[in-house]
């Protein structure tokens, strides 16, 4: 493994029953880098994603094949704790997800308080740490313990990933973390993921095209559960290898 790659799959195939979502996908996640996944709904980005923290073993009818290496270390070996590796490669979802039963500082702190953390100053230091990342302070801070769901959605979702980032994850996993927000807040999420790679390696699934662009380093394209292209952002969408590519960035499908 390079120096410079957090994660890498080697040859991984997830199958749903007997249905492949993603067939023999090798691909390295370089170190502090925005990767962004794209490609037409059903090619299997999401698939992929959540097979990055095991995120399939949830799902009794999802097999996993092949290996995914997280610091030179295969995440399905036997002897792995899945929990662990979902602290070290922390998710945020479509859709923003705060605990509707709990305050603001409760949700940011859930995952250290599942950990075992039951110190009141250390919950406080990583609560604020993790809000100031995920660019939210300022606009919480006097409110910590009002309910959640009272945030818009824009700051909802920059609390889902300051609670993601409360337990101090090395990859931060992100699923169209702005498809459900309006114009406004997704450039704060995008601003926000540009001042977040200083710390920790994102990979991003986006069905915004100019949104890869914009904020990823590198960019993998999918088609039928295949990687068909990977590289450099700007390589990969002003002089692609592959016409397929090509095809669905200037838009003839997808």
């Known amino acids: 493994m390079a120096e410079d790659v957090r994660m890498e799959t080697k040859d991984l195939s997830v199958y749903y029953g007997k249905h492949p979502g993603v067939r023999g996908v ?17 090619c299997g980005k999401t698939t992929f994603l959540r097979a990055l923290n095991r995120m399939h073993d949830l799902n009794p009818i999802v097999r996993v094949e092949g290996q995914v290496l997280l610091d030179g270390e295969d995440i ?4 792995v704790d899945p929990v662990l590796i ?9 859709r923003p997800t705060p605990f509707p039963t709990m ?8 995952g250290l308080r599942l950990a075992g953390v039951k110190d009141r100053k250390q919950l406080q230091q990583a609560a604020e740490r993790a809000l100031k990342m ?19 959605g824009g700051q909802q979702q920059r609390l889902s990933i300051a609670r993601a980032l409360a337990v101090e994850p090395e990859v931060l996993l992100m699923d169209e973390p702005t498809s459900a927000l309006d114009p406004v807040s997704t450039q704060a999420i995008e601003d926000l993921l540009t001042r977040l790679k200083e710390n920790v390696t ?19 394209f999918f088609l039928d559960g295949e990687l068909i292209e990977f590289g450099r952002t700007e390589q990969v969408f002003t002089n692609p290898k592959d016409p397929r590519t090509e095809a669905y960035i200037t838009g003839r499908f997808g």
């Open 26 to 42: 090798s691909l390295p996640v370089h170190d502090r880098e925005i990767t962004a996944l794209i490609g037409p709904s059903g």
């Open 202 to 220: 994102i990979v991003i699934v986006t069905h915004n095209m100019q949104q890869a662009a914009r904020v990823s380093d590198r960019t993998a």
């Open 134 to 152: 995920a660019a939210l302070w300022d606009e919480v801070k006097d409110r910590l313990h009002q309910p959640a769901v009272g945030l818009s």
């Open 86 to 94: 979902r602290r070290r490669v922390g998710m945020v979802f479509q």
């Open 76 to 79: 399905y070996d036997p002897g």
């Open 103 to 110: 305050n603001i500082f409760e949700n940011v702190v859930a």
